[in-house]
């Protein structure tokens, strides 16, 4: 069995991301993990190891979450989607094509979060732990205190609903809708959802964010196609480097 100390330094961080995850707010998911983590030491001689530890431990945080999202309104997708068209302007001329492109893939992000937030909070909890952090269908079912074919059905409607917002608003899923991304960058910075000066000169964290992006872009089109065998998940990654052709991650250029 583990001690605490053990559990903390392991788990802390996947908590404070499905969190943030849930609640899109870092210093609430700061607090929510720090909740959790009292809840469960105050609690540890009663764990009887009926389920994975990470389980019961995810189980305390969601419902945490809820707790917390409870109090607040859930956005709309027509919330989103009117955000989006209302808020889109040029970009700084002064901004370069490498800033400009570090910052999209920061508005990238926000825009899943922003999804997430518009599904119900069921849906969200299953998709955040199904898909986004890969927890086997029992364990989810386990977390959410329902049977693994509800789960999947939450899970299939989650996918349904964020792919439907997709189909529509975004270029990646559609090539005849327009991108916008880049045109939300200042509103962005504004509200300080995004960080700024995210770029330097060092290699390491511009190809990190690259990664970081192409590896949640994958995950998403992932689980979206399921369903539709013709959704081609090659073509579509394809299409995204042909579009993208620039990313370093790619790129031939010998380190300086």
């Known amino acids: 069995m583990q001690t605490p ?12 991301n499905l969190a943030y995850r849930m609640t899109g707010i870092m210093d609430d998911a700061e607090d929510i993990a720090q909740d959790t983590f009292i809840q469960a030491f105050k609690n540890f001689e ?33 919330d989103l989607e009117s955000l989006i068209e209302t808020v889109s302007s040029p970009i700084p001329e002064e901004m370069t094509e490498i800033e400009k492109s570090a910052y999209i893939n920061q508005v990238k992000d926000g825009c899943l979060s922003g999804l997430l937030r518009c599904l119900p909070l069921q849906q969200r909890t299953v998709f955040i732990l199904g898909v986004l952090l890969d927890l086997p269908n029992d364990q989810v079912a386990a977390v959410i205190g329902k049977s693994e074919n509800a789960t999947r059905i939450l899970i299939h409607r989650a996918r349904q609903n964020i ?38 000169t060092e290699n390491i964290i511009y190809t990190e964010a690259e990664i970081k992006s192409l590896k949640r872009l994958i995950l998403l089109y992932k689980s979206l196609s399921e369903n539709d065998p013709s959704f081609r998940l090659d073509q579509k990654i394809q299409q995204f480097l042909d579009k993208n052709e620039n990313l370093r991650i790619f790129s031939s250029e010998k380190v300086k």
């Open 163 to 200: 792919r439907e917002f997709m189909c529509n608003n975004c270029s990646l899923f559609d090539p005849q809708n327009k991108c916008r991304c880049e045109n939300l960058i200042s509103f962005s910075l504004k509200q300080k959802w995004i960080k700024e000066n995210v770029v330097t």
């Open 46 to 78: 009663k764990f009887r190891g009926d389920s994975n530890v990470y389980t019961w431990l995810y189980r305390i945080a969601v419902n945490n979450c809820l707790l917390f999202l409870k109090s607040k309104k859930r956005s709309k997708f027509s």
């Open 5 to 16: 100390d053990l559990l903390y330094k392991k788990y802390r961080k996947p908590i404070v």
